[in-house]
């Protein structure tokens, strides 16, 4: 396999046929690694997701969290990951109030990478009641500038592949503590507060190399991160949910630039 073991098995070489210039020529290329994951609650299957098969137990944490299934990581008392023929299973043993929770609003859903309303069934429910977020954060352009050439330095699926998405965390002096790549932009992202959430990580911001949507938006107010920045465009509905939140949202995020959207007062110039 190699290739750093496929990239942490999230990678998988195949043979291809490369048209170009009125030829043809048979050569070996990476391809991004699609799977089925199941995250099932105390045997309960609640929903599948299409995600790369790497930091599972990040994203099982990351997802219960963004989508209120728990309030902290220690209302889950442990993940299992459990590959299978058809797929992958997360086990999550959860606490028992929060089952019992869970089990009232549950709605089997198969996403589509990374996609879609998990569990909602009523427009009203995708406006989430949600506290605002407090104002202890703050974000300079000069530590975004700093941060960018490392971000994408870090996204080795993506240099691969040309198929991923990246979701990092950065300290507000431009340090990138961590990176998750996942076929899914809103799995990446989950993957990246459940990685943060783990660390106990407060102070920073995230950044995501895709667009910025409503949920994203919405995980992260829920996650508790006061600044989301996204290398490409937000959504309507996104800055309509940062500023109900009180995130702030930066959208078109490059070298020396930036698009500021919501909540003005915690960039720094």
Known sequence: MKKTEALEQAALELGIVDCRHGGAQARQDWVAVETPVALVYN??????????PRELEDFALGFSLAEGIVAHPGEIYGIDIVPGE????????LASARFMALKERRRQLAG???????????????????PPLPQTQSFSLDALARA???LQQAQSLS???????????????GELLHL????GRHVALDKLIGARARQGWRDGAAIVTSRASYEMAQKAAAAGIEI????????SLAVEMAARYGLTLIGFAGHGRANLYSCPERLRM
């Open 159 to 173: 240099q691969a592949t040309a198929c991923t998405h990246a979701a990092g965390w950065v300290t507000p002096q």
């Open 148 to 150: 960018l050439p490392v």
């Open 112 to 130: 589509r990478t990374g996609c879609g309303l998990c569990g909602v069934e009523q427009l009203a429910e995708i406006h989430r009641p949600l």
């Open 228 to 235: 989301l920045i996204a290398l490409s465009a937000p959504t």
């Open 180 to 183: 998750s790549e996942d076929v």
């Open 43 to 52: 045997g309960l299957s609640h929903v599948v997701m299409m995600a790369s």
């Open 86 to 93: 058809r797929g992958v299973e997360a086990r999550i043993d």
